[in-house]
């Protein structure tokens, strides 16, 4: 998909913003109370390459399923109406508020969030070379009641710099184009841990980063949102062998950071005090940039 210069840098946000970005925050309509126990949830899995399987947590399961256009939408959907116009955080500038958000506008952020969406998680022609996974539970009633997206990038460890999922893509596609054609059937059904770790310098390393993390109003302090990042992280782990987990969140969000540093165990790593971070734009329908100091989380998963 096309994607403008100012939206590209939103890809890679740990909450869900709708285009490509080179920062992640946190989602602070996903922050939920540890002395709380999750009621009964579904999970399904949206994955380009994880394999079906089912991961229970208590009455919590996580089964993959397919990365159909129907279900990418219902996903962009429910962010905007869960997190962008209903975040704890205030997300929005301009307008009256959530309540005042006209149609053409909540359809307008929609569409974004959705093309974002399928550029990461949905189908698409030719074969993926990162792995990608959008994890989303349903209550018993069967309607959506949080999200949560994994996905495989390279880490800049000189600059401190987690690169887009097409930055990182690019790089691997760049440096398989440079080998003849021997050695470009060497490594044809190569896994991507194997190409980055042989064809690219040593400063860059395969990262697993959690993203687009959020719950719906109604199942927030339940415990869904620890769930969801404990199964990304079991996905993470056992699906795609990485050790270690990343994830980007804003340094005022102090509320996510509890959820991450305090009651899931992830430590500080980078510190970018010229990051930016997005709002909602009511009036525009559109999204803006802020600058956002923000913190680059990791967590072992060893």
């Known amino acids: ?28 309509c996903s922050l939920l109370s540890a002395a709380t ?3 009964s949830f579904t999970v399904s899995s949206i994955s380009t390459t994880t394999r079906k399987r089912t991961i229970r947590y208590g009455a919590a399961q996580i089964v993959a399923s397919g990365d159909d256009p ?12 869960s997190f962008w116009l209903k975040s704890p955080q205030n997300l929005i500038q301009g307008g009256e508020g959530p309540q005042g958000v006209s149609d053409t ?4 952020l929609i569409r974004q969030q959705e093309e974002d969406l399928t550029d990461k998680y ?16 349903s209550n018993e009633n069967g309607d959506m009641a949080g999200l949560v997206g994994i996905e495989a990038r390279l880490l800049d460890v000189s600059t401190e710099e987690i690169l887009t999922a097409e930055a990182s893509e690019s790089k691997l596609k760049g440096a398989i184009a440079s080998l003849g054609p021997k050695q470009r059937r060497q490594y044809k059904d190569s896994p991507a841990a194997e190409l980055v770790a042989e064809l690219l310098p040593p400063d860059l390393k395969l990262a697993c980063v959690l993203s687009n993390l959020c ?12 769930k969801l990042c404990q199964a990304a992280e079991e996905v993470a782990k056992g699906d795609w062998g990485f050790d270690d987990m990343y994830l980007r969140v804003e340094a005022d969000n102090t509320a ?6 305090e009651r899931l165990g992830y430590e500080r790593k980078f510190c970018d005090d010229e990051a ?26 060893s």
């Open 70 to 81: 129907a279900s990418i939408k219902a996903a962009a959907s429910f962010m905007v109406d």
């Open 122 to 137: 949905g189908e698409r022609m030719g074969k993926r070379l990162l792995e990608s996974c959008l994890l989303i539970a």
């Open 215 to 226: 719950v719906s109003p109604s199942t927030r302090r339940s415990g869904l949102g620890s």
């Open 105 to 108: 506008a909540r359809s307008a």
């Open 276 to 301: 930016k971070g997005l709002r909602v734009d009511l009036e525009a329908g559109d999204f803006t940039e802020i600058g956002a100091k923000t913190f680059t989380l990791v967590k072992s998963l």
């Open 256 to 261: 996510a950071r509890a959820l991450y540093e």
């Open 37 to 39: 126990i999750c009621t």
């Open 1 to 28: 998909l096309a994607l403008t210069a100012r939206t590209r840098s939103l890809r890679n946000m740990a909450r869900p913003y709708p285009k490509a970005v080179a920062i992640f925050a946190a989602v602070a």
